[in-house]
């Protein structure tokens, strides 16, 4: 295979188009003075210019208060430097940042610390990964950042605290078993002092969980299963000893709100995915959990749907925004579905409400919503079921899939990475759960991706008033799905890659209309950043395709699409900044 | 700190344990000889399916037919190698008239032999199916779609893969199959 010379002439190529020093890629920045402790009091309120939790503030909106870089002068942005990670796969971790200094994780479990400004590596940190280890999704989602540590979570299953100043382990916790299908991708949620991760692998039939460490010393100190055990409730939602391996997977970082000290924690799909192997409605998974950081005690949840048979994750944990409608305000829940619906809660202390949901792709499995509860009313024509094929739309990767959606607080609109016209289908089949292999309940080459027929477009991002349901604007992509998360930024911007023709763009949040794009190394399934050092603004994000967006990419170039697999794949780090 | 050893740690773990397991009953679950990668006089046994266990002689397989998934078995101790999902091998009869040079003389009657796991990222080769790009059937990855030819050498002809499956030379002796010698090439995925 020729992916590594590709990948470097890629980026060579790139490089001579952007105004990048390559020298910089070897240059040290030397260590790290004057680090700025991340104290409980700068995550609840960070800085306007810094990026410290995964969607940079505890209520996931993915919004930047940083308007330097705007509608008016975003047509002059330009690379400002790149750093090329030497790592393939999927680039999905935000670049954080604290006080000039930017940390990177990328597949394989590395972390790599720069300058913010100039792209100089302080240090790098390579996980050494067992050689039998089985890695699904190659990928990871960022460090958790606390005080003067950072917190890495590996895909064979480990916690591991690194010094933030030089990269050095300071402790390493094994969270799990790798060899039974257990494994770690998410970006760790730190509120006070706790260190929160949840745990992959719902297509091997494990029992999903959140779990919370000690930030200093990595004890743990409590772990709430997705699925509730004997005596719990929610266990009589299960039939037998189903729940045992039930999924429910919590792959994806949580949101936290601050006033009533709840984190809300999405969960994914049931195992294995036919529901007939599983009857009953499931709990927790494809839900929202309310969880006390302090105990791990479930205090309320939501399901987005029951009985999942698709596949559909609702891990990308819901935005908290504050919504006025109908004449009353209230805090809600935002989350655009991987179920194809976009859901409005309302959050209490003690419950979450449904408000309103609507579909925001084309399906044929919801035959509509029941208003009182907000239980979707299934069509069991396309609910995957044992010994016949049957087909759904959209596919298993849903109307959004992981990607982050983001909210403005100008705009006042949610941003939404969706894919339409996408089918998926599969036949059912019981098959024996063996401990680390692959439980799908259908063989892996029966899962197909198809395209509805008249199609005009896959992607599509789209901006939606979750006050009143109504689609705002909408920008179409012809030839792509849309794999990426989106960023909001107070300069009136929408940030987003995500497509197959290695893209990053920039849209007018109010609009909709394309102000600035830029072709990059690789496709970008990573989240874009804002940040400022010395009073500049940058925009920052990872290009590295891989994981589900290639396995799509895979589907369409064998569909008759026209489209070619060709994305290269190998990471590299860019930062723009509006040229003097 | 990380507690996974090093290599030369667990070869020098293996080397005591081996040592001292001289006299351990055959098949073991902690037998350090059942992670031991296959050897040369191994046999093969079925690693799945109602046959699991039982010996594979080169009529079980046939030209046409999916590949079959095996475990190496130390035939003298008794001792079945599945303490280590890297020493998993697909077996496959082709036509050896389609073998290419440097197949052909790892290969016994047609049969071929290569580990189970992916190149790529270390998951599982599960799947027998026609190439994405050409009308042979070939081995694939369904986790990233990866696809090996087994007619030569499983050089990867799709997918993220970046080198091709470890080969293992086969050869008919008094009418069994049996592994002429250690894998060529790398087992298991890339690390970084």
Redesign the interface.
Known sequence: ?T??SKTIKQWLLSSTVAFTCVAAQTALAGPIENYSPVTPARLENPEPGNWMLYRRTYDGQGYSPLDQINTTNVKNMVPVWTFAT????GHEAPPLVNNGVMFITTP?G?VIALNAKTGDQYWRY???????????H?TNRGVGLWQDKLYLATT?DHL?ALDAKTGK?L??K?VQDYKKGQYLTLMPLIVDGKVIVGGSGGEFGVRGYVVAYDAEDGKELWRTFTIPGEGEPGHDTWSGDDWKSGGGSAWMTGTYDTDTKTVYWGVGNAAPWPGGLHPGDNLYTSSVIALDPATGKIKTHFQYHQNDSWDWDEVDAPMLVDLQRDGRSFKSLIHPGRDAIFWVLERTPERINYVNGWTFVHTDVWKGIEPETGRPIVDPAHKPTLGKRVDFCPSLWGGKDWPSAAYSQKTRFVYVPANENFCGGFTGEKLPLVP???WLGTK??DIGLTVRPGADHFGELQAWDPASGKKVWSHNFPKSQLFGSVTATAGDLVLVGGTNDRMFRAFHAKTGELLWEQKTNSGIMGMPVAYEVDGTQYIAVQSGW??DA??IQ?AL??GNTGLE?NVP?GGVVWVFAVKK | ????PTRRSVVLGTLVACASVTGAAAGDEDDPRKEKRPQKGDLLVFSEGERAGQTITPDDLKVGEPPVHAWPKDAANAIVRDG???NEVLLVRLDPNELDEDTRPRAAGGIVAYSA?CSH????V??W?KA?EGNDEVF?C????SEYDPRRGAQ?V??????RLAALPLVIKDGALVIAAPFIGK??????
């Open positions: 295979m992916i590594t030497g790592v393939i796969e394989m590395q390579k996980r050494e990964l067992p050689e039998d280890l089985f890695q699904l190659p064979d591991v382990v402790w390493d094994k680390g292999q692959l892996a080459e891989g994981v290639q396995r895979d170039a064998k697999d794949q | 700190m990380n507690d996974h280590s999902r890297l796991i990222a270390g998951c599982p599960t799947a199916i994405t694939k369904m986790c990233h779609n990867v799709f997918g993220p893969a970046p080198r087992v298991g995925g890339q690390q970084g």
